[in-house]
């Protein structure tokens, strides 16, 4: 790897914008002194020059400059390195406060890494834009709303959506999406990270220091659907991995070809019959309830369920409404499962489009004997056939679902979703963990018309 160094990072003296005229959140007082002296100190240039030898001359991507990650380090000493530590990429322990964040890694550069304020839509807006697609849901103010606002556990997006600033361009932006967890019997709100870019420009550690700020001052964070390049920078940090399976089945290859011509032509095929969202039935002795608007009963007769597993999301009715049956989120549909009075289990299926192409997935599942889970299977798979979707897909850490859904003629993908749990006590068991798709993804595909 080559190194990164202070002047790489620096910009031209005609564009260069002076830190103090930033828009920023003020600093530590001390670290802000600490920085001063380390400047006047020429303290970059002697360390990069310490460095030098340790890495290559021009090959490899440069790294973290060194004036930043020894700063990082003297957070961790002058911090005392308590229950908040984290494992930078190398695998040192350093601390990161959410008041020394921006001083330390907005230092030495007019890079500036915070939370998206009031007035700053427009700016995120367009970098949306270039880094997910003018149509994409990243883009769309709807998803910031139901993710930021709607959402009963979120700090704000003042606090949870991670933006990083190269004068008044967005130039990196990283979600907290946050969910209640149950870990061992205790209830925790913990952090799920989703949608790290940074673009093609800044991409000189830059990933890095996003997700270290996201870190910061969190006890566990799920780290589900990470792209390949987050993968690695958590797989630096020694962040454990949590087993996925992923399975699809496609129900109708030319019926999926025949709606991704329409969409290139301009036309949408992809509809929802209203009058097939919500019934009541019967399936191998289990009361089978089914609906795409569902009550607060609905909901407390779906949540009495308690998984198995060790470690799993504990929803309670408003974040269960909130996230899988918000009019700003996707278009789901509840599925519980009774008998004798008693819920046995539950599944939630989200319906969407991609490219064009009618696409449902389970991203809720939870029954913890075999024939519950083969009648729930039963009902899914009715209704995937009855609203006509061409592709259907699953992800689970359970090998029970996964099995269930395999004798129904659901095929296994050799790859994986990748998946990590981040968590500061220490000998963790991530593979305790129970993870569906509504845990690990956001579930926001374009919604599908209604007839």
């Known amino acids: 790897m080559a190194m990164g160094t202070r002047k790489q990072r620096e910009k031209q003296e005609d564009i260069w ?8 959140a003020p600093g530590h007082p001390f670290y802000q002194r600490l920085n001063e002296l380390l400047e006047a100190e020429g303290f970059d240039e002697f360390v990069e020059g310490r460095c030098a030898k340790f890495y290559a001359a021009k090959y490899g991507r440069p790294s973290l400059t060194p004036g930043i990650y020894f700063r990082s380090l003297l957070i961790g000493y002058f911090e005392g390195i308590g229950a908040t530590g984290i494992l930078t990429a190398t695998g040192f322990m350093v601390e990161v406060d959410h008041q020394s964040r921006e001083s330390i890694l907005s230092s030495s550069t007019q890079l500036i890494c915070r939370g998206l304020r009031s007035g700053e839509d427009g700016a995120y807006a367009e970098f949306a834009r270039n880094a997910w697609g003018k149509d994409s849901v990243q883009a769309q103010p709807a998803r910031i709303d139901w993710l930021y606002r709607e959402n009963p556990n979120s700090l704000g997006r003042e606090k949870d959506l991670l933006v990083m600033f190269d004068g008044p361009a967005i130039v990196g932006a990283h979600h907290l999406m946050r969910i209640p967890w149950c870990i061992r019997g205790h209830r925790t709100i913990v952090p799920s990270f989703h949608d790290l870019y940074v673009l093609p420009s800044h991409r000189k550690g830059e990933g890095t220091q996003l997700v270290l700020a996201a870190l910061a001052g969190e006890a566990n964070a799920a780290l589900f659907g990470l792209s390949g390049l987050s993968d690695q920078i958590y797989a630096r940090m020694r962040v454990p991995m949590v087993r996925l399976i992923w399975l699809n089945k496609w ?25 097939l969202l919500a019934r009541e039935d019967q399936i191998d002795g289990f009361e089978i309830l089914q609906t795409h608007r569902p009550t607060r009963e609905h909901l407390e007769l779906a949540l009495r369920i308690v998984p198995a597993e060790a470690i799993y999301p504990d929803w309670d009715p408003p974040s269960y409404s909130w996230r899988f049956f918000d009019d700003l989120g996707p278009d789901n549909i509840l599925v519980v499962a009774s008998k004798a009075g008693a819920t046995a289990g539950r599944a939630v299926i989200s319906v969407g489009t991609r490219r064009g192409v009618g696409v449902a997935r389970i991203v809720d599942f939870v029954a913890n004997d075999a024939a519950c889970r083969k009648a729930l299977v039963t009902a899914i798979e009715r209704i995937f056939g009855e609203i006509r979707v061409p592709f259907t897909t699953a992800v689970t850490s359970s090998d029970q679902v ?5 004798q129904q003629g ?3 993908r050799k790859e994986a979703p990748r998946a990590r749990w981040f968590s500061r006590k220490p000998g963790f068991r991530a593979e305790e963990t129970l993870v569906c798709g509504g845990a690990w993804d956001f579930g926001c595909d374009l919604h599908m018309e209604r007839q």
Do not use: C, K, N
Not at 257 to 274: E, I, K, N, P, S
């Open 17 to 24: 914008i002076a830190h103090t005229e930033l828009a920023s």
């Open 251 to 275: 129900r109708s290859i030319a019926l999926g070809a025949f709606q991704h011509v329409a969409y290139r032509l301009g036309r949408r095929l992809t509809q929802l019959r209203g009058d």
């Open 402 to 406: 996964a099995q269930s859904l395999l």
């Open 410 to 412: 659901w095929m296994r």
